[in-house]
């Protein structure tokens, strides 16, 4: 629908608001940290020097960074594969369920109302060594828990806290998918002999894949950029580097270790990766794969 | 020989709804049995039962002598064709034609063999690499009636098969669906809403009316002689003309004016056969 104006004034005052906000929020920031790629400063702020593309090699030969981007990948393809999978398997079950759907559905959406921190602290809580519910009983299980010590369990705890997050959101779009399947398919393959099982992994399941496709994608771009918070308040990438993502890296370097423009530096090559994924999501999520 | 019994079956939902009271119904080998009537009238919810996709509350159902109201709808030996078709979207034509005989085992050169008779008789042998996306309407139809065909059922089930066709490939599939049946001898139990289809296509007709089983019989019966009022108004078009009357010693009696004599005896309060000749 095209809609026209009688004069050039209002439309630009109309969206005056999302671009001031993206302007400020986004363009501005950005520019800067290019800026500011280039440039060495000391801890203070009060002088940098031009140093060109000296902090982009420095990154490129810091088996540091490199290892930053193997936890992330690890990190990124644990929370999407065991929060996609987990979230099929509660859809697939509360699709079944005849009384009081509702208030499962509810229940299972609520987690992704949690502010990222607050999700953070209360699985951090859970599993303090020394006094965390899940951490004794695990201990009393014969688990040494410790995951300030094991950078292992430290990797686990972040993925645990991150994928009980993005669940809902998966178990939303999963349980849509799954009604979106037609009855009398099942049906069909009941009658032409399929098992349960082999109907959901025949019929069901390929009749998922553009649900799971989108999943793939919107999770990865989640664990990549916003679970910030989570492992703040968790294990402030640590012990060592061993939860240090990539997101996190560019704060630990810039806040922490004052090194701005390295921080800067990574903050860009950050960028070149969304555009990246946003390109892949619009391309292929666009045009979903339709049956008709 | 019988093939299909259903005694005295029934259908009460759990929300306590009665469906289906009670339907008696024997067919016998190779008959094409149409169930007719209104929507709403219970004829799927009976068709969907005899498949075992909707539970029996009451009665039995057998198919060759034996009993079927607990098996799953795999066991019973029955092939079903729907009303959108339900064929797998992500499949070839060749797939979903060979879907059910894969899942019972069947070695994969037989399987082969077997989907391309078919395909052949129903001339899809063109088709067999294409998705059902890419299919007209009328070739759908004929990859669902494939597939029911090629795992040679006992029992044919067809779901309104027609009603999303155009008019013109209506007609064209009605014919080639009985010339099919009549050329496989396979029992075939058919629902449909349109008293033209269920007419021509039937050996035997069922009237359903709020899930009772109005009358039972051949076309012509049906047409001729009518069991009960509601019959008479949905057989026929333009449908068949009710007129309140009243019977009494003299005959029947439309107005003060008009009396008919009756032709012979008459049954109850109603009266269906007049002497023709008494009109003029």
């Given amino acids: ?292 | 020989m019988t093939d299909v019994i259903l005694e005295k079956v029934g259908k009460t939902y759990p929300n306590g709804y009665h469906a289906i009271p009670s339907v008696d119904l024997t067919i016998e080998e190779g008959e094409f049995i149409v169930l007719v009537g209104p929507s709403g009238c219970g004829k799927s919810t009976l068709l969907r039962m005899v498949a075992g996709l909707e539970s029996i509350s009451t009665g039995e159902l057998r198919i060759r002598s034996e009993r079927m109201n607990e098996k799953e709808p795999a066991e019973r030996d029955i092939a079903m064709v729907f009303q959108n078709y339900a064929l797998y979207p992500h499949m070839s034509v060749y797939d979903n034609m060979a879907y059910g005989l894969k899942n019972r085992g069947m070695p994969k050169d037989q399987i082969a063999e077997k989907v391309s008779d078919v395909a052949a008789m129903l001339g899809l042998t063109e088709l067999l690499q294409r998705k059902p996306r890419q299919l007209s309407g009328g070739q759908r139809q004929r990859v669902a009636m494939g597939r029911a065909m090629v795992r040679d059922p006992k029992v044919f089930l067809f779901d309104e098969p027609l009603s999303n066709l155009d008019a013109k490939l209506r007609v064209q599939m009605r014919v080639e669906i009985r010339q099919l049946q009549r050329k496989l001898g396979t029992t075939t139990l058919y629902v449909t809403h349109d008293q033209v289809e269920a007419m021509t296509l039937a050996d035997r007709l069922v009237v359903l009316n709020k899930g009772k089983a109005e009358q039972i019989g051949t076309p012509m019966d049906l047409y001729n002689k009518p069991a009960t009022p509601f019959v008479a108004a949905f057989i026929g078009s333009p449908s068949m003309n009710l007129i309140d009357a009243n019977l009494t010693e003299q005959g029947i009696k439309l107005s003060e004016a008009l009396t008919l004599p009756l032709s012979h005896q008459h049954r109850g309060g109603i009266v269906w056969e007049f002497v023709q000749s008494t009109w003029k």
Wanted: proline share 5%; aromatic share 16%; charged share 10%.
């Fill in chain 1, 1 to 292: 629908m095209t809609v026209t104006f009688p004069q050039k004034s209002l439309p630009w005052l109309l969206l005056l608001p999302q671009l001031l906000i993206t302007a400020i929020f986004f363009l501005w920031p950005a520019e800067q940290a290019l800026e500011q790629a280039f440039y060495q400063e000391d801890a203070f702020g009060l002088s940098r020097e031009f140093v060109g593309l000296e902090n982009f090699l420095d990154l490129f030969t810091d088996p540091l960074y490199y290892q930053s981007i193997l936890t992330t990948l690890v990190f990124s393809f644990s929370v999407a594969i065991v929060g996609m999978s987990l979230a099929l398997l509660l859809a697939v079950m509360a699709d079944r369920v005849i009384r009081g759907k509702l208030a499962y559905q509810t229940l299972l959406i609520w987690p992704y109302a949690v502010a990222p921190a607050l999700a953070g602290v209360l699985w951090w809580i859970l599993f303090d060594p020394s006094m965390g519910p899940i951490a004794l009983w695990l201990k009393s299980a014969g688990v040494d828990w410790n995951h300030y010590l094991d950078g292992n369990q430290a990797m686990i705890l972040v993925v645990i806290a991150s994928t009980w997050k993005q669940i809902s959101y998966n178990f939303l779009f999963f349980l849509a998918g799954l009604q979106a399947v037609p009855r009398s398919l099942i049906e069909a393959a009941a009658i032409d002999g399929a098992s349960p099982f082999k109907r959901f992994w025949t019929i069901v399941f390929p009749l998922l894949s553009p649900t799971t496709f989108f999943l793939l994608v919107v999770n990865l771009v989640y664990a990549f950029f916003e679970t910030f918070g989570v492992i703040d308040a968790t294990t402030k990438g640590g012990p060592g580097q061993s939860t240090t993502t990539l997101v996190y890296k560019v704060f630990d370097d810039g806040f922490v270790g004052l090194d701005l423009g390295g921080s800067a530096a990574q903050s860009v090559v950050l960028m070149a990766i969304v555009g990246l994924m946003t390109v892949i999501q619009f391309r292929f999520i666009e045009r979903k794969v339709q049956y008709s």
